[in-house]
């Protein structure tokens, strides 16, 4: 007899030398969560990739920006120089 198991299964992930304190922390914290420990763990993975790191959002910040060819406190200067009681047209 044969048995064939087709599985489009997510990646396993091993994580080896867990410190037994930790594990019972997470398997604590799963518990009243109401998950196993495995579910439990890939939620926390979940959040963990869903949030983009520093580096990531500086990146996007990067190419994000635009590039003027005055930098703020020039504007501010000319707005406030525009603004001033000399130059006011009467």
């Known amino acids: 007899m044969y048995i ?3 599985c489009n299964c997510a990646s396993l992930i091993q994580i080896r030398n867990v410190p037994e304190s930790a594990r019972r922390v997470l398997k604590s914290r799963a518990a009243s969560a109401g998950k196993s420990l ?4 890939l939620d926390v993975i979940e959040r963990e990739v869903s949030r983009p ?3 990531e959002v500086l990146e ?3 190419q994000r920006s635009e590039r003027s060819p005055v930098s703020s406190l020039e504007a501010v200067q000319h707005a406030r120089e525009e603004r001033s009681p000399a130059n006011v047209k009467r």
């Open 53 to 55: 790191t520093v580096d």
């Open 4 to 6: 064939v198991v087709v």
């Open 60 to 62: 996007r910040v990067q």
């Open 38 to 41: 495995n579910s439990y763990l």
